[in-house]
């Protein structure tokens, strides 16, 4: 497990004691990216065996590879890009109010990485 996400998990785990329901949606969000970039590809499933079988424990875990620190941030990035396009969009078609919890999300993602940071 990368350091960013280990650190961005205990942030999660901050925000969930706290009931903090905005940090603990974005968090849960970026933390899942990272998890999801984690995994190395699904192999199809085939027919035959039943230790082959695309059923029973395990089956649907896929297999996991350790991010690079950059490799991390760079998911982390594109998680805030992504709010910050939402943003935008939403001013665009001028629903300023829905674009507010997206920037609550974008704040506490940040505010988040900035201790993070500067802790580790």
């Given at each position: 497990m990368s350091e960013l996400k280990r650190a961005l998990r205990d942030e999660l785990h901050r925000a969930m004691r706290e009931r903090d329901r905005v940090s603990t949606r974005a968090l849960r969000s970026v933390v899942g990216a990272l998890e999801n970039a984690e995994a190395d590809g699904v192999i199809a499933p085939r027919a035959g065996a039943v230790?082959?079988?695309?059923?029973?424990?395990?089956?649907?875990?896929?297999?996991?590879?350790?991010?690079?620190?950059?490799?991390?941030?760079?998911?982390?990035?594109?998680?805030?890009?992504?709010?910050?396009?939402?943003?935008?969009?939403c001013e665009r078609a001028g629903q300023s109010a829905a674009a507010e919890p997206v920037r609550e999300e974008i704040a506490a993602i940040r505010s988040a990485l900035a201790r993070v940071t500067t802790d580790g």
């Open positions: 230790e082959s079988a695309a059923i029973g424990v395990g089956a649907a875990e896929a297999r996991r590879r350790e991010l690079t620190a950059s490799e991390a941030y760079a998911v982390v990035t594109a998680e805030l890009d992504e709010r910050a396009a939402a943003v935008r969009d």
